[in-house]
């Protein structure tokens, strides 16, 4: 299917853009002699997350970023992981430390990640960051939220007084986006599993984001024509061919034509995750000089 170029919102082009910035602020901070690291913590062998992880190392070392890899065993307990986080906070060549997600079970993710130092806190999960994002203090700001607000803002500079409708409910994305957007003076609605007439609140939005990894729910009717439309779902499957692949919330080739713009899946808003982790890194390691 043929998509019209200045209709998609590849988040690479704004991602190289901002870590562009990124590489000259870490330059300048080793020039200082302040260290950058920032400790990746995994449990278990989820493949999905050793690509993520590989991906971020990747990007760190380009950019001046030492990456230090923390790996336990699906067993390992919440005391445990616990135990090694808060040795980390201690470590100065550590700046920013991360929970790669998901994790066990049997762990308790809220403990373990709220054991990090929140100027560490480079997801910016931790209670404390979320409450300062919430009351408008200086924080690390979850990243996947501030890649969705530049990319809509690459599109439309002045979102003030639109309607953002988003779809789900996370605090990883959902909530701190839902923030975001009323910072901006946004009208924000958020609609979730037990919202009554989803797709006709939807169809309202000037602004629609999905992030709830449910393959192409939003169709055509979800959508009113000329809408700012980002996808942050992503499902794995298999197509017909028995061929992997990646599909977003947003049924795309059936959207494409109502909307202003769009991001893919993938390409879209994944890589502006990993440009906003290396910048709240930079910004973490600056709490600390």
């Not at 169809?203 to 942050?232: F, N, Q, Y």
Request: glycine letters at 6%.
């Amino acid at each position: 299917m043929e998509v019209a170029n200045n209709k998609l919102l590849k988040g690479a082009d704004l991602a190289a853009k901002l870590l562009m910035q990124v590489a000259k602020d870490a330059k300048d901070l080793k020039s200082k002699d302040v260290p950058l690291g920032i400790a990746f913590i995994s449990i278990g062998e989820d493949p999905a997350s050793k690509v993520y992880l590989t991906r971020k190392r990747k990007i760190a070392a380009s950019i001046g970023i030492e990456s230090i890899d923390c790996n336990f065993n699906e067993n390992t307990s919440t005391e445990k992981l616990i135990y090694e986080i808060e040795e980390l906070n201690k470590r100065k060549d550590v700046t920013g430390i991360l929970v790669q997600l998901p994790i066990p079970k049997s762990i308790d993710s809220f403990k373990a990640i709220n054991a990090i130092d929140p100027k560490k806190d480079v997801d910016g999960f931790t209670v404390e960051n979320i409450g300062r994002l919430i009351t408008k203090q200086k924080c690390l700001v979850p990243c996947t939220p501030q890649g969705c607000v530049a990319l809509i803002k690459s599109v439309e500079q002045n979102i003030s007084g639109a309607h953002a409708v988003i779809i789900g409910r996370s605090h990883i994305v959902g909530r701190p986006l839902s923030e975001l957007l009323l910072q901006e003076n946004c009208s924000v609605t958020v609609l979730h599993s037990r919202s009554k007439k989803p797709e006709e609140i939807a169809r309202t939005a000037d602004i629609l984001i999905s992030a709830v990894g449910e393959p192409k729910l939003v169709h055509e009717g979800w959508v009113k024509p000329g809408a700012i439309v980002i996808d942050v779902g992503i499902t794995r499957a298999v197509d017909e061919n028995g061929k992997k692949k990646l599909i977003g919330d947003v049924d795309f080739e059936n959207v494409i034509n109502k909307v202003k713009a769009i991001t893919p899946v993938p390409g879209g808003v994944g890589p502006m995750t990993i440009a906003y982790l290396m910048k709240n890194t930079i910004d973490a390691a600056k709490l600390f000089i």
